[in-house]
């Protein structure tokens, strides 16, 4: 079934621009009011943000929809997306939601939601959302006296930090270690540097120093030339990049080389392997994770189970088959047994744990296998479905017929903006190129016919 505003990860967009207006921001917060309102208990909402500036007029037209529909709302300030899934739970609200996107530019926003259990929203309650967006639902307003009220919530940002240091065993310090942390001038700005100096590590930060316009820009786990220039410059032990809303982490090591996702799933499943502690005898990540992972996984005797693109999916399959590690590769790393999504300071907290344990550098620890030679590329459309055109899908499976045992292709639209990701793996990069670059001509070629 199309759906009109939600994508993979909440409802996402350019700012001021439609889906992500005020005006639907406001019915936003009447409608997931108006759903959750249950039973004859005062209802609450918690309500974080990264640190864009659209953020301010996001979060307050949100506050006007909940009020409006009889809920209390508390209002967290900038920080990271687990943390508001965190206190969800911990503060008994009905509902939390972060405003953010994520990686994206920070022109972009976007309103993340969850449930009283911490978990994002399924796609029927989403479906049920978009139902009430599209009617008139001033008719469920709440009677004047009925109004809810708003307040900021001070010290939330510690019970989270407190939270993540937990984490780890208590016989576990960072000691001895100088760590380089790049914040993304986003939501962890504050959390993240405080959270790993308390554990005991010299902290170097970047990214700290947001002003509304400069999230992820030239910096974060989507840019890491500054982090990887800044591990030489302090001659750090380790980095950790964070994204604007910190649900992601990739690692730089002492060399100044990126760690991905796949790599640090690799460690921390091979990890809680060893210790008894990993379940469903394996990891979960999605169809774009590195058969490299897949082929260590295997060697050391535990399973990959693929998923769609998107975290949700991964957090989905893992509940509904009782795994405790999950992710993607680009960084959102999902460890059921601290939190219900992706956390990328708990996941950088593990891995450091690791790197302390094996008493070795980073580029020991963390790299675990060989990847197989991958490239991704996109093509963007204005519209249509180029993927159902003939000439396209006959290209598809020829490609498909020709990496068959000995690599794989994934084409699939994006879930947030309008392009078309073509990705192809396997033990010949010559013909990965090959194919990939085949592929993309020729969707290219389509799009630019229609």
């Given at each position: 079934m199309t759906r009109r505003y939600f994508g993979t990860d909440g409802i996402r967009g350019q700012s001021n621009v439609f889906p992500m207006t005020p005006d639907l921001a406001m019915r936003v917060g009447i409608a997931v009011g108006t759903l959750f309102r249950r039973g004859s208990h005062r209802h609450r909402v918690v309500i974080g943000k990264d640190t864009r500036l659209s953020g301010y007029m996001l979060e307050n037209a949100l506050v006007a929809g909940f009020t409006a529909a009889g809920l209390d709302v508390l209002l967290l300030g900038p920080i990271p997306t687990p943390a508001v899934a965190m206190l969800t739970r911990s503060m008994r609200a009905d509902i939390g939601v972060m405003i953010s996107a994520s990686h994206n530019p920070f022109e972009d926003n976007g309103i993340?939601?969850?449930?009283?259990?911490?978990?994002?929203?399924?796609?029927?309650?989403?479906?049920?959302?978009?139902?009430?967006?599209?009617?008139?639902?001033?008719?469920?307003?709440a009677k004047p006296h009925e109004i809810g009220r708003a307040k900021r919530v001070e010290g939330d940002i510690y019970r989270y930090i407190e939270h993540a240091k937990r984490t780890l065993p208590r016989d576990v310090t960072l000691q001895g270690l100088r760590i380089a942390i790049d914040c993304a001038n986003g939501a962890a700005y504050k959390v993240a540097p405080l959270a790993l100096w308390e554990l005991g590590a010299e902290v170097v930060t970047i990214g700290n120093e947001p002003n509304g316009t400069n999230i992820n820009?030239?910096?974060?786990?989507?840019?890491?030339k500054a982090l990887q220039k800044k591990v030489h410059e302090v001659r750090a032990d380790i980095g950790i990049a964070l994204?604007?809303?910190?649900?992601?982490?990739?690692?730089?090591?002492?060399?100044?080389?990126?760690?991905?996702?796949?790599?640090?799933?690799?460690?921390?499943?091979?990890?809680?392997?060893?210790?008894?502690?990993?379940?469903?005898?394996?990891?979960v990540a999605t169809v774009?994770?590195?058969?490299?992972?897949?082929?260590?996984?295997?060697?050391?005797?535990?399973?990959?189970?693929?998923?769609?693109?998107?975290?949700?999916?991964?957090?989905?399959?893992?509940?509904?088959h009782d795994f405790n590690v999950g992710g993607e590769q680009s960084g959102h790393i999902v460890l059921s047994d601290f939190g219900t999504t992706g956390d990328g300071l708990v996941a950088a907290l593990q891995i450091l744990a690791r790197v302390k344990k094996l008493g070795r550098p980073v580029s020991e620890v963390c790299r675990r296998f060989e990847p197989v030679p991958q490239l991704l590329k996109n093509v963007r459309f204005a519209g249509g479905k180029p993927l159902e055109e003939t000439v396209v899908r006959q290209a598809i499976a020829?490609?498909?017929?020709?990496?068959?045992?000995?690599?794989?292709?994934?084409?699939?639209?994006?879930?947030?903006?309008?392009?078309?990701?073509?990705?192809?793996?396997?033990?010949?990069?010559?013909?990965?190129?090959?194919?990939?670059?085949?592929?993309?001509g020729i969707i290219g070629n389509v799009r630019s016919a229609a």
């Amino acid at each position: 079934m199309t759906r009109r505003y939600f994508g993979t990860d909440g409802i996402r967009g350019q700012s001021n621009v439609f889906p992500m207006t005020p005006d639907l921001a406001m019915r936003v917060g009447i409608a997931v009011g108006t759903l959750f309102r249950r039973g004859s208990h005062r209802h609450r909402v918690v309500i974080g943000k990264d640190t864009r500036l659209s953020g301010y007029m996001l979060e307050n037209a949100l506050v006007a929809g909940f009020t409006a529909a009889g809920l209390d709302v508390l209002l967290l300030g900038p920080i990271p997306t687990p943390a508001v899934a965190m206190l969800t739970r911990s503060m008994r609200a009905d509902i939390g939601v972060m405003i953010s996107a994520s990686h994206n530019p920070f022109e972009d926003n976007g309103i993340k939601l969850f449930g009283p259990d911490g978990y994002k929203l399924s796609d029927e309650l989403e479906s049920e959302i978009e139902d009430l967006l599209d009617k008139d639902i001033y008719a469920q307003l709440a009677k004047p006296h009925e109004i809810g009220r708003a307040k900021r919530v001070e010290g939330d940002i510690y019970r989270y930090i407190e939270h993540a240091k937990r984490t780890l065993p208590r016989d576990v310090t960072l000691q001895g270690l100088r760590i380089a942390i790049d914040c993304a001038n986003g939501a962890a700005y504050k959390v993240a540097p405080l959270a790993l100096w308390e554990l005991g590590a010299e902290v170097v930060t970047i990214g700290n120093e947001p002003n509304g316009t400069n999230i992820n820009l030239d910096c974060g786990s989507t840019s890491p030339k500054a982090l990887q220039k800044k591990v030489h410059e302090v001659r750090a032990d380790i980095g950790i990049a964070l994204d604007g809303d910190a649900d992601r982490v990739i690692i730089v090591d002492e060399n100044g080389q990126i760690i991905d996702g796949d790599q640090l799933m690799a460690v921390i499943g091979e990890s809680w392997a060893e210790a008894g502690t990993l379940r469903g005898n394996g990891i979960v990540a999605t169809v774009m994770s590195n058969l490299g992972l897949e082929r260590f996984l295997g060697d050391k005797g535990l399973s990959l189970a693929r998923t769609k693109v998107g975290d949700r999916y991964v957090v989905e399959h893992m509940r509904n088959h009782d795994f405790n590690v999950g992710g993607e590769q680009s960084g959102h790393i999902v460890l059921s047994d601290f939190g219900t999504t992706g956390d990328g300071l708990v996941a950088a907290l593990q891995i450091l744990a690791r790197v302390k344990k094996l008493g070795r550098p980073v580029s020991e620890v963390c790299r675990r296998f060989e990847p197989v030679p991958q490239l991704l590329k996109n093509v963007r459309f204005a519209g249509g479905k180029p993927l159902e055109e003939t000439v396209v899908r006959q290209a598809i499976a020829d490609a498909e017929a020709e990496l068959a045992g000995k690599g794989r292709l994934v084409i699939r639209p994006s879930g947030t903006e309008p392009l078309i990701r073509v990705m192809a793996e396997g033990d010949d990069r010559a013909q990965v190129e090959r194919i990939v670059d085949g592929l993309i001509g020729i969707i290219g070629n389509v799009r630019s016919a229609a």
